[in-house]
């Protein structure tokens, strides 16, 4: 990994300098930009008020995607190994066909 530069992103109008590695660039400012749409989504919907508040609820909001998306990838993981072992069952018993 390369040495950390120096990045400017904004976050609701107020910006920020972060340290970043070049190659994680791109990454940062799509997390600042998906951080800034959540932020920008809950100030509109009106219903919390303050920045703090706002902050907090993008990230219970951000929080739960992430674990909602690991839970669909465990599920997904979980239907591979079921369909692995039911693979290996159907090949046994072809094998198991072929010699009698």
């Known amino acids: 990994m390369s040495k950390a530069e120096p990045l400017t992103i904004t976050i609701m109008d107020k910006e920020y300098r972060v340290a ?4 994680e660039k791109d990454n940062l400012l799509a997390s600042a ?3 800034n749409d959540k932020l920008s989504e809950i100030k509109q919907q009106g219903s ?3 920045t703090e ?4 609820m993008a990230a219970l909001n951000l ?9 669909v990838v ?3 993981d979980d239907l591979n190994q079921r369909i692995d072992a039911l693979s290996e069952r ?3 018993s072809m094998r198991d066909i ?3």
């Not at 508040?53 to 907090?56: F, N």
């Not at 929080?63 to 839970?71: D, I």
């Open 20 to 23: 970043c590695p070049p190659e």
């Open 90 to 92: 159907i090949s046994e």
């Open 33 to 35: 930009a998906l951080l």
């Open 53 to 56: 508040r706002i902050a907090i």
């Open 63 to 71: 929080s739960h995607e992430v674990l909602h998306g690991e839970a």
């Open 48 to 50: 919390v008020i303050g």
């Open 74 to 76: 465990s599920e997904h």
């Open 98 to 100: 072929q010699l009698i």
